[in-house]
């Protein structure tokens, strides 16, 4: 069994490690201010940007749905992993040796690790197998589609030999048990017991959003194979096919800097476009294109301006047509503009790079088409227009799609083609436009009922509020109340730059607030401390458990202020307004009691008098800082 990881070999992992880094692999974080990030949510679906990422801190917090925590938080809800297994992965990841209590050993049989490794033992058997003389059918096979050596050595294709138990032999000698390769999908059970799942094939790993290998894709090559022409890894503790994008880990960051991403059939086509020069394609692996493909994408795109674009390739066969509409289906779900590219011929990107070169390929994409004009004119197909009758029943059916045009100022010019189109009056067309509210769309979901609508409204009007987490924009408006969380936001974030005497002063100043005077003594707790170093995990630990969250939401919500000059002035300036108005209540009391103390008791009377004065002596000092 493991041992406990020593609490300061946590700490330093933390402190080397990146938050940014990390949740960067999987959101497009943009800048919100001064030392903080933002992008949208990958614990809940949305269309505007409520994550935040406060990397200096090390900390991040949702506004939407209430997630917040450190970067050990973030890997142990989005990989689903242990806290133990989270040190770790990072600690190899920087190459620091943790060290354990107790004589303890680094969990290295944890499930989605052990899982991992035996995926990654198994790639790079794949590989080493693609050079062997049985594999010269698959460098055939690459070779007749335009890939070389080099361009497998990119993008890792291996070949799996035809035998039953080649693999499960050689991961057996690494150490992996029969039982944890059958949990990673490596191996199948049957009446003779295990035996290898990839054999005789082509295999290309397929990767996490973190270049984490979770399954495979493997290619028919051979005529007596009786299996399906691709078998890919069947769902796993770590492989969810509809949620895994293959190419993604190579993609990613051009789809997060060009905001365009090409979304192609199979494996050839992303090696073929990434080989001519389109980096940002990706593809789905062993399904169609679905929602938990779309909520990857988005975070990676960081689609939330409306500017980016998704660009869908499809074959011209009837299989293409019916793979563009049941993308349309979901179109929605992006707040990016979305296109569709149709090579000449019905050829797919690996066909027209072997047959045209890689400008065709770059040429291809560049040529898109909007989706809505795409499906318009396929829609159209299904209908005589030479009769009244097919153009009636043509208009009945397309009039729906340009209602749903979310961009207004498109709505009239695809009006006016689809008049065209149909040899309709424009006057005719634009009332089944504007009374084609409510009609279905072609994926079957009504207009008003889309996955855009519900990811917009957050929350299903069924939830009660009461289950909901406490945000601090549910805070009060009022003046006091924004300056005492304002004034918190920079203590936590910025104890620094406000200094410690100002960090005194505001933390023994009285609080409005209920739930905000308990992060002030929190804050006042650690200032009390032997070592008063204001960190938001000590902060945090001062608090009851149910203020941890407020905490957290304060080091992480942004300051108005985005240039780093500004930014000491501006977080001085709103402590010392809070210090300010606690002088200011101060001075109210001490003139309240200066009016009811007897004139005749001289003493008391000069002493009130002189903390009159020296309490508008600091003011003032205060106000000329």
Not at 362 to 390: K, N, W
């Amino acid at each position: 069994m493991a041992g406990r990881i020593r609490q300061s070999d946590v700490d330093e992992v933390k402190a080397r490690v990146n938050i940014a880094d990390i949740i960067g692999e999987h959101v497009s974080l943009k800048s919100a201010g001064v030392g903080s990030l933002k992008g949208l949510c990958p614990f809940h679906d949305e269309r505007s940007p409520s994550f935040h990422v406060r990397p200096g801190l090390g900390y991040y917090h949702c506004f939407g749905c209430g997630e917040s925590g450190d970067v050990y938080t973030f890997l142990q809800r989005m990989d689903h992993v242990s806290f133990t297994e989270a040190v770790e992965r990072l600690a190899g990841s920087i190459g620091f040796e943790l060290h354990y209590e107790d004589g303890g050993q680094a969990s290295d049989h944890g499930n989605r690790a052990r899982l991992l490794a035996a995926n990654q033992a198994a790639a790079e058997y794949f590989i080493e197998q693609l050079g062997s003389p049985e594999a010269d059918v698959g460098r055939r096979f690459l070779g007749e589609r335009g890939f070389d050596a080099e361009a497998a050595r990119r993008f890792s294709v291996g070949f799996a030999p035809k035998s039953w138990d080649a693999l499960t032999n050689h991961l057996k000698r690494r150490g992996f048990t029969t039982e944890e390769l059958a949990a990673a999908g490596l191996v199948s059970q049957g009446d003779r017991g295990v035996y290898d799942r990839f054999r005789g094939r082509l295999v290309w790993p397929i990767r996490d959003v973190t270049g984490q290998t979770v399954g495979f894709g493997a290619r028919r090559l051979l005529d007596d194979d009786q299996g399906p022409k691709y078998l890919n890894t069947p769902e796993t503790a770590i492989y969810h096919k509809a949620q895994v994008l293959y190419g993604l880990d190579l993609a990613k960051r051009d789809i997060a800097k060009t905001h365009r991403v090409v979304v192609v059939e199979g494996y050839t086509d992303v090696m073929a476009c990434h080989l001519a020069g389109v980096t940002t394609a990706i593809a789905t692996s062993g399904t169609s294109f679905g929602i938990d493909h779309i909520k990857v994408l988005r975070r990676v795109l960081g689609d939330d301006s409306g500017l980016g674009e998704v660009v869908f390739t499809f074959d011209g066969d009837a299989a293409g047509q019916q793979a563009a509409m049941r993308a349309f289906a979901e179109e929605q779900r992006f707040a990016a503009q979305t296109f569709v590219a149709v090579a000449p011929d019905g050829l797919d990107p690996c066909d027209l790079r072997l047959a045209r070169g890689d400008a065709a390929v770059r040429s291809l994409v560049d040529s898109r088409q909007p989706m809505f004009e795409f499906v318009i004119r396929h829609t159209l197909t299904r209908y005589d227009l030479e009769t009244v009758e097919g153009r009636v029943a043509a208009l009945r059916a397309a009039a729906p799609i340009v209602a749903d045009i979310r961009d207004p100022s498109l709505r009239p010019g695809y009006t006016r083609e689809l008049a065209r189109m149909l040899g309709l009056e424009l006057a005719e067309v634009t009332r089944a436009v504007r009374g084609a509210t409510g009609r279905a769309k072609p994926g079957g979901e009504r207009e008003g009922q889309s996955a855009a609508s519900g990811a917009t409204s957050g929350q299903s009007g069924a939830t009660d509020a009461a289950e909901r987490p406490f945000s601090i924009t549910e805070l009060p408006g009022d003046p006091s109340t924004r300056l005492e969380r304002d004034a918190l936001q920079a203590m936590l974030q910025f104890p620094d730059a406000v200094g410690d005497d100002l960090l005194r002063h505001a933390a023994d100043s009285r609080f409005g607030n209920a739930s905000l005077a308990v992060v002030r003594d929190g804050i006042a707790s650690v200032l009390a401390s032997p070592d008063p170093a204001i960190r938001i995990d000590r902060v945090v630990a001062e608090v009851p458990a149910p203020f941890a969250g407020v905490v957290q939401q304060l080091a992480v919500a942004p300051v108005p202020q985005r240039a780093e000059a500004e930014l000491e002035s501006y977080v001085r300036g709103v402590v010392s307004a809070l210090v300010d108005r606690e002088l200011l209540r101060q001075k109210s009391e001490l003139l309240g009691r200066l009016q009811r103390t007897d004139s005749t008791d001289a003493a008391a009377f000069a002493a009130l008098q002189r903390a009159l004065v020296e309490l508008e002596t600091e003011r003032r000092a205060l106000r000329a800082e």
